[in-house]
């Protein structure tokens, strides 16, 4: 029998984690619940987003701080690019078109960056404390960028329920006709999303370059989950999202532990599949 | 100069033509039905007016300002508050967000807690339901807060579509009652009703559309008030 206390340990580990995959979720559903569309390519934007974090911060000896806000700001460019490149000639066209414009988004990045970069795994390592907590290893490097997820979540919500712009977000996503009624150009609502959304994806490689090493194919490696948290938690549903980040998470985590990091995502996939059974609208959806 | 004028305005959807040639006018500080059967273009027009449809043909100004081709937020910028068809609040927002989202223009939001205040002496419920979601109201409390949402960009004019529509005959009365009180606080009003003996006693003049024409206008009090209820009803 395993000890406990490991298991305790990847529960802890489980919602560390989760943290951060809530704010890849969240920023790939907000866009989703807005404008309508999946972004396939989101995780490739994030790797990105890592590769110039680890130039900065790794070859040009920028502070880790900077190269963090470079990637956001990058992140939020890369959301407007893509929306005003991509997304917006293709508002009205069949739901497959924008599926396959995105999806041709991931291959173009995937191959370019092997291109640029080759398929050299690359990473930043910080040697930053660790703190044990009667026997639960609590190492920085994750506790840090769990904060600032959870930080970062927390000022999404209230940009999206205190400002103007942010309720007529979720205005937008419920009625956009309605919303244009109002006076705003349901275009400019669509863009600010886009920015922010591809902030999220910035801050989220600025976060994940100290966890994982980055590659081209870095996407595949996310990506899927990513969807998977969208759709358990109900496409558009934020809350949801959120939960259901932590719900794989620990599942990935805990399963990792008494098996392996393979199996806890052979679990993880099978809940999904089950759940899209059992709760096709999503965790949280209302029955009926 | 009429606040609203149109002349000759064309519109349609697809190869299906809506509207021909319509010409309407509104004074300032005056009410006006547009009343006819189902189908008519009654709520073609509205949306003609706050520009969710092209103009095909004609011209449509406001104020002296030439609307016609102006996408639907730039037409509300000019002053023109459309409170559309089937209500359209954002259900899972609350009262008082769908209020806020009334008054998202700049203008607006420049004099944001002063205008709500005023809705809320004007809809007292919406005060005091105001952070329940807007999805949970009833009927005729969604009609009031719609109307409530088009009052907080301080329009010029208000754009009214069926506001009795869907109304237990009680409802009905009260709406219109406030509908009056609207009219009252000075606002220029349009509407389009089914409910052609109640508008008649809210409104100046009116005019009777049919499949896409108007067919007739006159003054509230003098149209003879049987003919043009039977025309409005049964199109005949």
């Known amino acids: 029998m395993i000890d406990p206390i490991f298991l305790a340990e990847a529960a802890v580990n489980g919602v560390l984690l989760g943290g951060v995959l809530a704010l890849l979720a969240l920023g790939l559903n907000l866009i989703f619940g807005v404008i309508d569309i999946v972004w396939i390519a989101y995780v490739d934007l994030v790797m990105l987003c890592m590769y110039l974090v680890y130039f900065l911060v790794q070859v040009y000896g920028w502070p880790v701080w900077a190269g963090g806000l470079a990637a956001v700001a990058l992140g939020a460019a890369l959301g407007i690019a893509v929306h005003l490149l991509i997304i917006s000639p293709i508002l009205g066209s069949a739901p497959i078109n924008q599926l396959l414009a995105t999806g041709g988004l991931l291959f173009f990045l995937q191959s370019f960056a092997t291109f640029l970069w080759t398929t050299d795994h690359r990473s930043v390592r910080l040697s930053l ?63 600010v999303t886009s920015a922010v959304g591809g902030l999220m994806a910035g801050l989220a490689g600025a976060l994940l370059i100290f966890l994982y090493s980055v590659h081209p194919f870095f996407g595949g490696q996310l990506g899927p989950l990513t969807f998977m948290i969208c759709v358990l938690g109900g496409l558009g549903n934020m809350v949801g999202a959120f939960v259901a980040s932590f719900i794989m998470s620990e599942i990935i985590s805990i399963a990792g532990v008494l098996w392996s990091t393979e199996m806890g995502y052979v679990i993880a996939f099978v809940v999904f599949i089950v759940m899209i059974f059992v709760r096709p609208g999503g965790i949280l959806a209302r029955r009926g | 100069m009429s606040l609203l004028e149109l002349t000759g305005v064309t519109t349609g959807y697809g190869h299906f033509t809506a509207l021909w040639d319509v010409g309407l006018r509104v004074e300032r500080g005056e ?206």
């Open chain 1, 129 to 191: 404390p660790s703190y044990d907590l009667g026997g639960i290893f609590l190492p920085l490097t994750r506790v840090i960028p769990f904060a600032i997820s959870i930080l970062a979540l927390v000022a999404l919500y209230l940009f999206l329920t205190r400002t103007f712009v942010g309720t007529a977000i979720r205005a937008v996503s419920q009625d956009r006709e309605a919303m244009g009624l109002m006076g705003a150009n349901p275009h400019r609502i669509y863009l």
């Open chain 2, 31 to 236: 009410a006006v039905a547009v009343v006819g059967p189902n189908g008519a273009g009654k709520t073609t027009l509205l949306r003609v007016i706050s520009g969710v449809l092209p103009v095909r043909a004609g011209t449509l100004t406001f104020d002296g300002a030439a609307l016609a081709g102006r996408p639907a937020h730039e037409v509300v910028a000019h002053g023109i508050a459309h409170v559309p068809e089937g209500r359209r609040l954002f259900p899972t927002l609350t009262v008082a967000d769908n209020l806020k989202m009334g008054a998202y223009l700049g203008r607006a939001r420049k004099h944001y807690a002063e205008t709500l205040a005023r809705v809320y002496a004007l809809f007292p419920v919406l005060a005091e339901r105001r952070t329940q979601r807007a999805g949970s109201l009833s009927g005729g409390e969604q009609q009031m807060l719609a109307i409530g949402r088009a009052l907080m960009s301080r329009p010029r004019l208000i754009l009214l579509d069926e506001p009795s529509m869907g109304l237990a005959p009680v409802m009905v009365l009260r709406l219109f009652d406030l509908i009056r009180r609207v009219r009252e606080e000075g606002y220029t009003i349009l509407v389009v009703e089914q409910n052609v003996r109640q508008v008649l006693k809210l409104v100046d003049r009116a005019y009777l559309l049919e499949v896409g024409r108007i067919k007739m206008e006159g003054r509230a009090a003098e149209l003879n008030d049987q003919d043009f209820v039977r025309k409005a009803y049964v199109g005949l």
